[in-house]
């Protein structure tokens, strides 16, 4: 029963769980006018204290296309935090308002926070470097979208794998699932974290700095950015940002049926050529952002 | 050897390694109580060479987790009319609320004040424990 519960960090929902939001999503891509007044009269609070278009947009366009409202703000400095109002007493205040509430902040545990003293959903859009749920969901649906199942895929995940809370959630919620491998694929500086290969079983994975080694072996390829903002020194940055970049000549060397994923917003480490290759999925993967996002708040406040 | 009088009703924390004293006698603020509160540094052991000991006569409840964080092998002893009541060993809490602090700069609790967090026990051997908000392992 997912009905009142919050959605903190995407482990928190077990796989059945997550099976249900993702059968509603399936649903709603196919007939996205049943669903199109299920939120009526329903209000959705986005409370975004640190900018970050894309989420935000990806949250109000799901609320407005079930037929909700949304309110809110992206610029704390217009709000009550300006004031110096603790997030305790913003969320008691806030949840008498609306029927679920969407926050994402640039401190580390933020949702968690408000999610205690919420009267109502809470959903974390991302909390610094910590956890962003939703971007999992939204990989998630999208691996079952293109490759019909969450099960038995190679997965290589390439880039800024030491930062990356997007790659750190996506391999915990997918090493949930029966036969995964994962390759991770990064320069020495910007390995995976020690925490995240702890999880994993020794024999399910492997680390290398070659790209071009290891693209014939994955099912799935997931790029990632090398965040400017994760680093203290700009030298170190513009060192690493361009070690990887997927080309047209190293797609020759995947598979037939492999799919390119990215978070988006992506700088330069994917060429833009590689956008009209069959197997790049990128910009459909932020479709299914919106679509997992909306199956989410009809799960969260048991309209289904 | 220094003689120090028999307990009549309180709390004997025996077999603190040597050099942990001060620090449980500070952690569990010993020094604002009014009742009699002997530390013994250095003791002569059989068992452990040297040990610290203190012995605290008083009827309050003092919340003895911060013990198991600091020493998990330490031994309590409840005295009632100069008798030992009990003997109790001690172990590492799986959760403590309020006596850690997250070493993570970026964590909510830096900004917000926050009493009750809690800290969740990940890894025995290591005495770590991982932030109820951000995750970050800290240890005592």
Same mark, same amino acid.
Not at chain 1, 53 to 60: A, G, H, I, L, Q
Not at chain 1, 80 to 85: C, T
């Given at each position: 029963? $997912?009905?009142? /519960?919050?959605?903190?960090? =995407?482990?928190?929902?077990?796989?059945?769980?997550?099976?249900?939001? +993702?059968?509603?999503?399936?649903?709603?891509?196919?007939?996205?006018?049943?669903? !199109?007044?299920?939120?009526?009269?329903?209000?959705?609070? %986005?409370?975004?204290?640190?900018?970050?278009? /894309?989420?935000?947009? !990806?949250?109000?366009?799901?609320?407005?296309?079930?037929?909700?409202?949304?309110?809110?703000?992206?610029?704390?400095?217009?709000?009550?935090?300006?004031?110096?109002?603790?997030?305790?007493?913003?969320?008691?205040?806030?949840?008498?308002?609306?029927?679920?509430?969407?926050?994402?902040?640039?401190?580390?545990?933020?949702?968690?926070?408000?999610?205690?003293?919420?009267?109502?959903?809470?959903?974390?859009?991302?909390?610094?470097? #910590?956890?962003?749920?939703?971007?999992?969901?939204?990989?998630?649906?999208?691996?079952?979208?293109?490759?019909? !199942?969450?099960?038995? #895929?190679?997965?290589?995940?390439?880039?800024?794998?030491? +930062?990356?809370?997007?790659? #750190? !959630?996506?391999?915990?919620?997918?090493?949930?699932?029966?036969?995964?491998?994962?390759?991770?694929?990064? =320069?020495?500086?910007?390995?995976?974290?020690?925490?995240?290969? @702890?999880?994993?079983?020794?024999? %399910?994975?492997?680390? &290398?700095?070659?790209? @071009?080694?290891?693209?014939?072996?994955?099912?799935?390829?997931?790029?990632?950015?090398?965040?400017?903002?994760?680093?203290?020194?700009?030298?170190?940055?513009?060192?690493?940002?361009?070690?990887?970049? $997927? &080309? =047209?000549?190293?797609?020759?060397?995947?598979?037939?049926?492999?799919?390119?994923?990215?978070?988006?917003?992506?700088?330069?480490?994917?060429?833009? *050529?590689?956008? @009209?290759?069959?197997?790049?999925?990128?910009? #459909?993967?932020?479709?299914?952002?919106?679509?997992?996002?909306?199956?989410?708040?009809?799960?969260?406040?048991?309209?289904? | 050897?220094?003689?120090? %009088?028999?307990?009549?009703?309180?709390?004997?924390?025996?077999?603190?390694?040597?050099?942990?004293?001060?620090?449980?006698?500070?952690?569990?603020?010993?020094?604002?109580? *009014?009742?009699?509160?002997?530390?013994?540094?250095?003791?002569?052991?059989?068992?452990?060479?040297?040990?610290?000991?203190?012995?605290?006569?008083?009827?309050?409840?003092?919340?003895?987790?911060?013990?198991?964080?600091?020493? =998990?092998?330490? &031994?309590?002893? +409840?005295?009632?009319?100069?008798?030992?009541? /009990?003997?109790?060993?001690?172990?590492?809490? *799986?959760?403590?609320?309020?006596?850690?602090?997250?070493?993570?700069?970026?964590?909510?609790?830096?900004?917000?004040?926050?009493?009750?967090?809690?800290?969740?026990?990940?890894? /025995?051997?290591?005495? *770590?424990?991982?932030?109820?908000?951000?995750?970050?392992?800290?240890? +005592?």
């Amino acid at each position: 029963m $997912l009905k009142g /519960r919050h959605l903190i960090e =995407p482990s928190e929902f077990r796989i059945d769980e997550l099976e249900e939001i +993702f059968g509603l999503a399936d649903s709603i891509i196919q007939k996205p006018e049943n669903y !199109s007044e299920i939120c009526k009269n329903k209000l959705l609070a %986005s409370l975004f204290y640190e900018p970050s278009t /894309r989420t935000k947009f !990806s949250f109000d366009a799901a609320m407005l296309r079930l037929g909700g409202q949304v309110i809110g703000f992206s610029d704390p400095n217009t709000s009550s935090v300006a004031k110096g109002e603790t997030l305790k007493d913003t969320i008691i205040t806030i949840s008498n308002y609306v029927d679920i509430v969407v926050v994402r902040h640039p401190q580390e545990g933020t949702a968690k926070l408000m999610s205690k003293y919420a009267l109502v959903p809470v959903i974390n859009a991302g909390d610094g470097g #910590h956890q962003h749920p939703t971007q999992t969901l939204t990989d998630l649906l999208t691996i079952r979208h293109y490759k019909k !199942s969450l099960k038995n #895929h190679c997965i290589a995940v390439c880039g800024d794998l030491k +930062f990356g809370r997007t790659i #750190h !959630s996506l391999v915990k919620a997918m090493h949930r699932y029966e036969g995964t491998k994962f390759i991770f694929i990064s =320069p020495e500086e910007l390995r995976i974290p020690r925490y995240i290969k @702890d999880l994993l079983d020794p024999d %399910s994975y492997r680390e &290398t700095t070659s790209l @071009d080694e290891a693209i014939g072996e994955a099912d799935i390829l997931y790029m990632s950015r090398v965040q400017r903002e994760r680093f203290v020194s700009e030298y170190e940055y513009l060192r690493l940002k361009d070690y990887f970049i $997927l &080309t =047209p000549e190293k797609m020759l060397m995947a598979k037939e049926d492999m799919i390119v994923m990215h978070p988006l917003p992506r700088v330069n480490e994917i060429a833009e *050529e590689v956008d @009209d290759d069959k197997r790049a999925v990128y910009f #459909h993967q932020a479709k299914f952002g919106m679509y997992v996002r909306m199956a989410l708040i009809i799960k969260l406040l048991g309209l289904e | 050897m220094i003689n120090v %009088s028999r307990l009549k009703k309180g709390i004997v924390i025996d077999h603190i390694e040597a050099g942990h004293g001060y620090k449980i006698f500070s952690q569990l603020g010993l020094d604002e109580l *009014e009742d009699v509160v002997v530390l013994m540094r250095n003791v002569p052991s059989r068992k452990m060479g040297k040990k610290d000991l203190i012995k605290i006569e008083t009827d309050i409840n003092l919340d003895l987790t911060v013990l198991g964080l600091i020493d =998990p092998n330490v &031994t309590v002893n +409840f005295v009632e009319d100069g008798v030992l009541l /009990r003997k109790e060993k001690l172990q590492l809490p *799986e959760v403590v609320e309020g006596i850690l602090e997250c070493k993570n700069p970026r964590c909510i609790s830096k900004y917000q004040k926050i009493d009750d967090i809690k800290f969740y026990l990940i890894d /025995r051997k290591t005495k *770590e424990y991982r932030c109820e908000y951000c995750d970050t392992t800290t240890s +005592f």
